[in-house]
């Protein structure tokens, strides 16, 4: 699990660091980015939301780290929603580049719960777990009601 918060931190670091022209050479290249990096973060809020709801056991050091990991990757697919990545092989709504003010705020808020996540899952108690679990997990439902194809 090291190995992957390692490689997740270094791979952040250098998305923040270039342009987000010169992250993409085309837009099919964000749209596989962006699919790629919120499906990576959705195993890991889905082994928390297994622990959180009793599915499986709690384990305080698993949930710490598959919490970081999904801190992490919450930074991450924003910049692949440039210009022309709404066609092809996406299931991403037309509304978020109609409504871009309100598709920000809910990517803001689903990383405002994932912070809140994080540090619960770093208490090391499965009651944080659960109290921070839900409402993140409903920031993460409300975008995908709002902004996702089915």
């Known amino acids: 699990?090291?190995?992957?918060?390692?490689?997740?931190?270094?791979l952040l670091l250098l998305a923040m660091g270039l342009p987000v022209q010169a992250q993409f050479a085309k837009p099919e290249d964000?749209?596989?980015?962006?699919?790629?990096?919120?499906?990576?973060?959705a195993a890991h809020f889905g082994r928390l939301g297994a622990m959180a709801n009793g599915r499986t056991p709690y384990d305080a050091k698993a949930a710490a780290d598959n919490a970081d990991v999904v801190a992490a990757l919450s930074k991450l697919p924003?910049?692949?929603?440039?210009?022309g990545t709404d066609k092809g092989d996406t299931r991403a709504k037309p509304?978020?580049?109609?409504?871009?003010?309100k598709y920000k705020e809910a990517a803001d808020k689903m990383q405002a719960e994932i912070v809140k996540?994080?540090?619960?899952?770093?208490?090391?108690?499965?009651d944080a777990l659960?109290?921070?679990?839900?409402?993140?997990?409903?920031?993460?439902?409300a975008c995908h009601d709002n902004f996702r194809k089915d």
């Open 1 to 10: 699990m090291k190995f992957t918060t390692s490689c997740t931190s270094a």
């Open 30 to 41: 964000a749209i596989k980015y962006r699919k790629a990096s919120l499906t990576v973060m």
């Open 78 to 83: 924003w910049a692949a929603f440039g210009e």
């Open 95 to 101: 509304e978020i580049w109609k409504e871009a003010a």
């Open 117 to 126: 996540l994080n540090t619960a899952a770093k208490a090391g108690n499965i």
């Open 130 to 141: 659960k109290v921070a679990f839900g409402p993140a997990a409903a920031s993460c439902k």
